[in-house]
Every structure is written in structure tokens, then in C-alpha cells.
């Protein structure tokens, strides 16, 4: 019996020491040649390695912005040896969402590890800006002054009284709350068609951005009477007991070169608009 148990230790003993059958483990591990591929991200890249060492924020101008309806271009500087991919998203606000072609501007860069390629973030256009005045306006209205349809303004607060001049326009992002202003343009004899452009933004501007400029009269205070006068419904665009009270006469509107997008804020605020954007007429 004693000999039995030491030969069942001995053969235990030999078991735990042996060495790995090579063949029977072979489906364990990975072996040099079947070892997985380092992940694209942990590669070294030497567009990461740029974006490493340009940690300033690099000046440069605007090229290729080809695709205006993708809203997406290059930037080429000077600091860098190839040129860097920028999306209108990148933009800051206060700035042109549409870069032009030789625009200069300022940049943070950053790597994108899915395409291994650099672009360029937290834009920002360079050069003079003009401070302006600035209100909001819904869509439809904010067309029909800019395309010289709706030459007065109602509120039935005096947000203009005693403010005349030039000030910027501001698209709200909140369309008007109901249509009875297209009575009023039916009413004028115009066609749907005509109706229709009348009421749309040109391609590129959009709720939300600063499309113009625009220059008030002197804010006068409506009588009942006379803001039922047909000449008026006209003027403003809505019957009487749909406008406001206090009316300011549109004089002179200018389209800005390119869209400018800002936040809304309610009443009369300031907002500086680079001079490039700025139409002929201002300058």
C-alpha cells in the first residue's frame, strides 16, 4: 500500500513539472506573426506629433472653401507644413460661418485620430471690426425688411424711441407664431411665387446669424386711426390689431457680404462686426 501512494506522488510530482506540450497550446496566446495590429490611435503619426508641438495658436489665411453648402475648407499657415482641414462648426461665434478665400484668422490645432489628419478649432477671423447696435427679428420679417417689402417697423414697446440710425439685424432662430402677415400679402396682389421669395433668406444666410444693415427713422407713436390706415397695414405688413403700437420707418437696408452668427438677446444690444463683412455702402 505504501508503495502504491508513493508512486501515485511521484507520477502527481511529475505532472505539475512537466513542461507545455508546444502543440497542445497552441491555440492560446498569439504567436509574433498573428499578433493584432497596434490601433491606428497609438501609431506613431507625424500629424499628431505637429499637433503636439504647435501648441500656440498659429495664424493663417483661409484657401479652398469650395464647398460653401458643406460649410468646410482649409486653412494654410505659414508655422505649418501642410494645410489644415477646418469645419464652420470650428467657427466661433461673432464670426463668419463662411470662411472666403484668403480670410485671415486665428486657430487652436487639434488631431482627429479617426482620419489621422489635423484641423483647426476655436476660429476666429482677424482684422478691424465695426461696433453696431443690434435687434432681432423673426422670419418672415426680417426678409421683408431686408428685401425693402416691409418699410416700417411696429412694437408696442418704444424700443426705438429716441435711437435712430444704423443698426445691425438679427435673425431669431423662432419663426413668427402664425401667418396672418401672408393675408396682408395676398391682399397686395402678390403670388404664392412671389410670396415665397419674399419670405426666404439667400442661400448661406439663416436664422441666427446678422444679415444686415439697417438704418431707422424717428420712432413715432401710432394713433388707432392711423394704424389702421391701409398705406400702413402695408408698410408693416400686418393689420392694426396686429401691430404693435409705437412705429419706425425703415429708410435704407444693406445685405452683409457674408452671414455673421451670433446668440439673440432681447431688446437693443452691441455687437462688433469685422469690416470684411461689412457692405460697400458702410465702409
Known amino acids: 500500500m505504501n508503495f502504491l501512494i508513493y508512486i501515485h506522488c511521484l507520477l502527481n ?20 506573426a498573428s499578433c493584432p495590429a497596434i490601433p491606428a490611435h497609438q501609431q506613431p503619426s507625424k500629424c499628431r506629433e505637429e499637433c503636439g508641438q504647435k501648441r500656440q495658436r498659429p495664424h493663417g489665411e483661409s484657401q479652398q472653401w469650395r464647398k ?14 501642410r494645410d489644415v482641414f477646418v469645419h464652420s462648426s470650428k467657427i466661433l461665434p461673432n464670426n463668419p460661418t463662411i470662411l472666403s478665400t ?20 476655436k476660429v476666429e477671423l482677424l482684422g478691424d471690426r465695426t461696433m453696431f447696435k443690434c435687434f432681432s427679428m423673426s422670419q418672415p420679417f426680417a426678409s421683408l425688411l431686408m428685401k425693402n417689402h416691409k418699410t416700417i417697423e411696429s412694437r408696442n414697446s ?8 444704423l443698426f445691425a439685424l438679427h435673425v ?34 439663416a436664422p441666427g446669424d446678422i444679415v444686415g444693415i439697417v438704418e431707422l427713422g424717428e420712432t413715432w407713436l401710432g394713433t388707432y386711426e392711423e ?3 391701409p398705406k400702413i397695414e402695408s ?3 400686418a393689420a392694426r390689431e396686429d401691430m404693435g403700437k409705437f412705429l419706425t420707418p425703415i429708410l435704407r437696408t444693406y445685405w452683409l457680404k457674408r452671414p455673421l ?5 432681447p431688446g437693443i444690444w452691441e455687437v462688433s462686426i469685422p469690416n470684411q463683412l461689412l457692405p460697400d455702402e458702410i465702409e
Open 102 to 121: 484668403e480670410d485671415e484668422v486665428s486657430f487652436f490645432l487639434a488631431y482627429d485620430d479617426a482620419k489621422d489628419r489635423l484641423y483647426a478649432e
Open 158 to 165: 418704444n424700443l426705438f424711441f429716441q435711437s435712430k440710425g
Open 227 to 229: 394704424r389702421g390706415q
Open 235 to 237: 408698410a408693416v405688413v
Open 261 to 265: 452668427t451670433v446668440p439673440g438677446k
Open 13 to 32: 510530482f511529475l505532472r505539475r513539472t512537466r513542461k507545455p506540450n508546444r502543440a497542445r497550446n497552441a491555440g492560446h496566446g498569439h504567436s509574433v
Open 68 to 81: 460653401p453648402f458643406r460649410r468646410y475648407g482649409f486653412i494654410t499657415s505659414e508655422t505649418l507644413d
Open 172 to 205: 431669431g432662430r423662432k419663426p413668427w407664431k402664425d401667418s396672418k402677415y401672408r393675408d396682408v400679402l395676398i391682399s397686395q396682389g402678390l403670388t404664392a411665387s412671389q410670396i415665397s421669395d419674399l419670405c426666404s433668406l439667400p442661400d448661406d444666410f
